[in-house]
């Protein structure tokens, strides 16, 4: 089935560092890939959606110049969180769409990101 | 009013009980519907996924979506410690292959032994 490998799986930072998170599809060509952001005991919230050599549309209230996706290839998607602080401190996973029936929505699984 | 309303939990039942899980929705655009498990500081997996109405069956799980009253369930049977998770429903109007998914809170189910 279709894979989805993200990394790292945990990251501590200090404030204002930058942060980036990979997500690969391993097995299939991811042309939509998705970013969302988790707090604990919450539903996912979809950050950005981005697809292959195009830039990422943000969802509103999303800044696009903090959380910066890369959609370079079909198979790779990151997420830079720039100049950090406490308040970025969250779970964030990716999820990718491939092309043809059956792939549906795969999700990688997770970062943990700690900014102190 | 939110697109999607799932009853957050906790719930919690004894090792072997038919488990109920449920969402309501708004948006009659959404034609598909799935249901993740999540379990603690893991991605979600998949466990079911629906097109339009009706009722799919996979093992002990048996998801049903009723678009007329917009509302779709998710059901265990003979459940197991090691369904102990969170559970979301998600759906889309735009298809699998790249429509933007709407989640559900997520209901956190307890299986006692």
């Not at chain 1, 560092?17 to 539903?43: G, H, N």
């Not at chain 2, 090691?82 to 979301?88: E, G, K």
């Amino acid at each position: 089935g279709a894979v989805v490998s993200q990394h790292p799986s945990r990251v501590i930072c200090k404030s204002g560092t930058s942060v980036k998170i990979e997500c690969r599809s391993l097995d299939f060509q991811a042309t939509t890939m998705f970013w969302y952001r988790q707090f604990p005991k919450q539903s996912l919230m979809l950050m950005a959606t981005s697809n292959e050599g195009s830039k990422a549309t943000y969802e509103q209230g999303v800044e696009k110049d903090k959380f910066l996706i890369n959609h370079a290839s079909l198979t790779l998607s990151t997420l830079t969180v720039t100049s950090a602080h406490p308040e970025d401190s969250s779970f964030y996973i990716c999820s990718a769409s491939g092309r043809g029936p059956g792939y549906g929505y795969t999700f990688g699984s997770g970062t943990r990101l700690t900014v102190v | 009013q939110k697109e999607v309303e799932q009853d957050p939990g906790p719930l919690s039942v004894p090792e072997g009980a038919i488990v109920s899980l449920n969402c309501t929705y708004s948006n009659s655009a959404f034609q598909y519907f799935m249901w993740y498990r999540q379990y603690s500081r893991k991605g979600p997996e998949l466990l079911m996924y629906t097109y339009s109405s009706g009722n799919k069956e996979d093992g002990r799980f048996t998801a049903q979506v009723d678009k007329s009253s917009k509302y779709i369930s998710l059901f265990i049977r003979d459940s197991q410690p090691s369904d102990s998770a969170t559970y979301l429903c998600a759906m889309s109007a735009g298809g699998n292959q790249g429509g933007k998914l709407i989640f559900g809170q997520g209901t956190e189910l307890s299986v006692k032994p």
